[in-house]
């Protein structure tokens, strides 16, 4: 089993950035690979960002190419997605997921752009 917690959402400009944080517990050393969707109002939840555990390789929807980057530090068992140049089409909540052979879920934290 794995505990996610997340931080970091709120409520930004156009143009601004964001830094979101999720912070796993539990069975963290069985981790394949950790990341973030996000899923706006009357939208199907679609995949953002992932980062293999041990690794570290990354990969990122074609929306977030350029302007997210996917992080994670070991000794904190933390992912992190620093958000830049943030649109208002980015407004959604924003989920994280861990993986070990099923995915687990975060509560989600909501971020909103302003244009």
């Known amino acids: 089993q794995v505990r996610l917690v997340e931080s970091g959402g709120g409520l930004v400009q156009a143009g601004g950035s964001l830094r979101l944080a999720c912070a796993a517990s539990g069975r963290t050393f069985s981790l394949d690979d950790m990341g973030w969707y996000r899923q706006a109002p009357g939208k199907e939840r679609e995949h953002v960002a992932t980062?293999?555990?041990?690794?570290?390789?990354?990969s990122y929807a074609d929306s977030a190419k350029g302007r997210f980057s996917i992080s994670r530090s070991i000794a904190a068992n933390t992912v992190y997605l620093q958000m830049n140049s943030l649109k208002p089409e980015d407004t959604a909540i924003y989920y994280c997921?861990?993986?070990?052979?099923?995915?687990?879920w975060g509560q989600g934290t909501q971020v909103t752009v302003s244009s």
């Open positions: 980062i293999t555990w041990i690794g570290g390789r990354t």
């Open positions: 997921y861990a993986r070990l052979t099923v995915k687990y």
